[in-house]
């Protein structure tokens, strides 16, 4: 995606890059789907999960939006029959911090300070913000999960590395919990976490993780993701997930075809 073009837009591009300057080049790939405008007024996001303006209809809804509708290599999709590979691990480097969270009107996310990567296909990304959908949008052998968190890095040329993670009903999520009692419940309002959060403590004990090259999940739907998502779901309770639902009770885009795409899973 190049500067977009509508005055709405820009204007939303130069907010972004004002709050939040280590966003600003993604927002050129079309990162900024994920700091949209809140709901109302002049910059109301022009897209939606339901609805006149949903998921079938995001390709034509604004000129750079095309490959929502027509892109082939489109984001989330059904992680089967995946291929053995033997992969570098996962490596995650990221750093206790304290961040602001946001509520964008699509989902919650929380803007990552500099100083936290991970290292993808052998190149370190930053990690530039998090942010959940429900249900899950990824899904394994069609099993869908009712919380996904998705960790969008940027590496020095701009190419987007994005790790999923899914949540399973069981035992309260301490880590979760840290940003659900911070969380803003109003669309366009912002919020900070009251104390450094060790986000690595997300983590599942098993790495393994499926790779597959994808887009944004959201519009533009730009084709520049390297995608892992690991296989192991970690904990949230049933009330830390209705939390979420009831603020978000679908936020979800639906599996898109791998169509020629190689699907691998690091078990080797
Ligand atoms: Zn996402």
Same mark, same amino acid.
């Given at each position: ?62 000129? &750079?939006? /095309?490959?929502? =509708? ?5 984001? %989330?999709? *059904?992680? $089967? ?77 701009? &190419?987007? /590395?994005?790790? =999923? ?5 069981? %035992?309260? *999520?301490? $880590? ?93």
């Amino acid at each position: 995606m190049s500067q977009p073009a509508s005055p709405a837009s820009r204007r939303r591009f130069l907010t972004l890059a004002l709050a939040c300057p280590a966003c600003a080049v993604a927002a050129r790939v079309g990162i900024a789907a994920e700091h949209a405008a809140p709901k109302g007024g002049h910059d109301a996001p022009h897209w939606s999960y339901e609805g006149p303006t949903g998921p079938a209809q995001w390709g034509k809804l604004a000129p &750079g939006d /095309a490959l929502c =509708g027509i892109g082939r290599e489109q984001s %989330p999709v *059904n992680l $089967t029959e995946a291929i053995p590979a033997a992969t570098p691990d996962l490596a995650t480097r990221w750093a206790p911090a304290t961040a602001e969270i946001i509520h964008n009107g699509h989902t919650i996310q929380v803007n990552w300070p500099a100083g936290s990567e991970a290292v993808i296909d052998r190149q370190p990304h930053q990690l530039l913000q998090f942010h959940f959908h429900h249900p899950s949008e990824h899904v394994i052998d069609g099993r869908s999960f009712p919380l996904e968190v998705h960790f969008v890095h940027r590496n020095a040329s701009g &190419g987007l /590395a994005v790790v =999923g993670l899914f949540f399973t009903p069981g %035992p309260a *999520n301490p $880590t979760l919990e840290a940003i659900w009692s911070a969380m803003p419940t109003q669309a366009g309002d912002k919020t900070r976490l009251a104390a450094p959060l060790d986000i690595a403590s997300f983590l599942p004990g098993d790495p393994t993780s499926y790779r597959y090259a994808g887009s944004l999940t959201t519009p533009p739907c730009s084709e520049v993701v390297s995608w892992v998502v690991l296989r192991q779901p970690v904990s949230a309770s049933p009330a830390q997930i209705e939390r979420f639902a009831a603020l978000f009770p679908m936020n979800a885009r639906p599996v898109q075809p791998l169509n020629r795409r190689k699907l691998l899973l690091d078990l080797l």
